[in-house]
Each structure stands twice: as C-alpha cells, then as structure tokens.
C-alpha cells in the first residue's frame, strides 16, 4: 500500500490511499471511506427497522433466529416470503439505478444524464407495457419486455445522437426526445388497453417493490454481481472523462471503447432495475450527485453511489410502508414527489450557473 497525490491541470489534487491486488489497483480517499462506513451503518439501520416492524411485527431476536435456521413457521414466513426479498430488492436496485446515473452523468459530462431522464427507463416501460397490454404475458414475460425496451431505446438514442462520436450535450437531447416519445407511446397503450390491463400497467408504471419474491432478487443480484466489476474496470477512464475527450485520450484512456463499455453496463443496469422494480424515479438522477456532495469528490465514486441509491430506495420504501400501511403505495410514489423537487432545485441550480449542465 502506497500514498500517492495526483494533480492534474484544471482539477484539485487527488489524495489517498492506493491498494493494489495482483496487476489491479484501487485508490481509497480518507473522506469517501467514511462517507462509505457511515451510509453502510445508515443501511443496516434501515434494514433491521424493516425486517422488525410493520403489519407482521418481530423482535430483532426473531430475525436474527430465523436467519440462522431457527426461527419459528411464523417468522420465517414474515422474514423469508414477505420482507426479506422486498428488502433485498429495494437495496440492489437503488444500487443499480445510481450506478447507471453515475455513469450516464459521468459519460455525459451532464447532471441531467439520467436513465430516466433521457430515456432508457420509459423505453424499458414501453417494452414491458406491450407485453402486458397486448400480449398479457407472465412477469418473467414482462421482465423480458421491459429489458427489449431499454435497450432498444439506448440504441436509438446512441444512433441518433452519434456523428462523429458522441456528444455529452447531444446525447442527453436525443434522450430526452426519445423519452418524451415513449412516455407517449405509454398513455396509448394504456388508453387502448382493457380495463384490468390498464389498471396492472398503470400499478406497474409507478414503480414498487411491493410482493417482490426470490426470483426478483436473484436477477437483480446476478446482474449487479456481473456489470458492477465491468464499471469498476473503467473506473480510471471514466473519472478521466470528466476532463473532457481530448485530455483524456491524451492520459491514455481508449476513450470510444470505454465510453461504449460503460453506456451498455449503464444501460443493462437501468433495465434490468426496470424489469425487477418498474420505472422508479430519482434515485438514478439524485444518488450521484449525493454521493458526489458528501465525499466532495470531482466525479460520483461508483461504491460511494450505489451505497447511496441503496439507501434512498430502502428508506423510501420504508417510508411508504409506516406512513400509509393501509394504503401500501409504491415506493415510486415517494420517490417521484422527491424527485421532482429536486429536479427543480437541480435546474434552478444549473442556471445559476453553480452546475455543470453542459
């Protein structure tokens, strides 16, 4: 282990700690270490709260007893078919959404790059919206949907904003006119729908972790096991790309190569988020730039990020279920009213010129 400092022109100096394994390499800042124990404590808070309390309540005792194997039929009902996999799903995908923001609003040079900003999640809707609209096909069915739909709208928008390479800017508009298409493209399927398939896709549309079950667990976890290490191998060039193509290139960073490789692990992300929860809103916009503000950082660390998307989505859906435990709304509900003013503030922000919107 060896402490090194880098500056580069232009950017503040870079200081910590780096660890390296074998031909890998990882540099650990004092301040993003923190950041990274005290959200990790704040998740392990929020996940005994939700596994102890609620409609089916249990001591803390009871939980850790049916975790090891000997818990009662009682609690190991409550805690393995009806919170635990609710729980493991809001974690895993608030960490994938914010990793994929963090990479799209790294990749773009643009806060506003967002898998629901730009796109990539109301194509994923679109996707699963016709299977449940015109094909009334099983969730597996509507999950594979949802991932042809992201997909297809990611090519689209790289297709469309691509001359020459991309351009950060170019990107985001191309997206954000595709997102509008789709979300278009959603209210006809709806109003074209019967009356019960209208309602599902509307249910689905809000975005929920409610009744999600081990199979929804076992997606997200392999698809997050896979595409996180393929994020983190570009991490370099991607906190590189901050700095702009030119100077990148200059570093040595393979910036079309990377560039691609990371927008399909964004991508892949965002879909497959969609295809397990539905289109959430906020966390993939938000959790970045949290993350970015906590640890005072040029760029959102990915760990940092996906810790942070984490929590936001496990504590909105911990919310929901204290504040309305009749009504059990959709975490999307809290996440979109949140949302939305932060978007506000977001924007107001960038013409203040206190941003980076270009």
Known sequence: MTARTDHTPGTAPISGRVVRVGGYSLRVAPRTLAVCVVVAVLLTAVSVVTLTVGEYSLTLGQVLASLAGRGDE?????????????LLVALLVGAMLGVSGA??????????????????????????????????????????????????????????????????????????GINALAVAANSFLITRAS??????????????????????????????????????SRARSLSMMELGDDTASALGVRTARDRTVLLV????????????????????????????????????????????GALLLSTGDLLVQQLFPAAQLPVGTATGCVGGLYLIWLLASEWRGKGRYA
């Open 74 to 86: 009682t609690g190991d009902f409550v805690v393995y078919t009806l919170m635990l996999p609710r």
């Open 103 to 176: 990479i799209l609003q790294t990749v773009t040079r643009n806060s506003l790059g967002s898998p629901d900003v730009i796109g990539f999640t109301s194509g994923a809707a679109t996707g699963a919206l016709i299977v449940i609209t015109v094909a009334g096909g099983t969730m597996l069915q509507v999950s594979l949907g949802a991932l042809a739909g992201g997909i297809t709208a990611a090519l689209l928008i790289y297709v469309l904003a691509y001359h020459r390479g991309v351009s950060g800017l170019r990107f985001v508009l191309m997206g954000i």
């Open 195 to 232: 009356l019960h398939d209208a309602l599902t896709a509307q249910a689905w549309l809000v975005g929920s972790v409610n009744s999600r079950g081990w199979e929804h667990v076992v997606a997200a976890a392999v698809t997050f096991a896979v595409l996180l290490p393929v994020a983190l």
């Open 265 to 308: 692990a964004s991508v892949l992300l965002a879909a497959f988020a969609v295809a397990a929860a539905g289109p959430i809103t906020f966390v993939a916009l938000a959790a970045p730039q949290l993350a970015r503000r906590l640890t005072r950082s040029s760029a959102p660390g990915l760990v940092t990020t996906a810790l942070v």
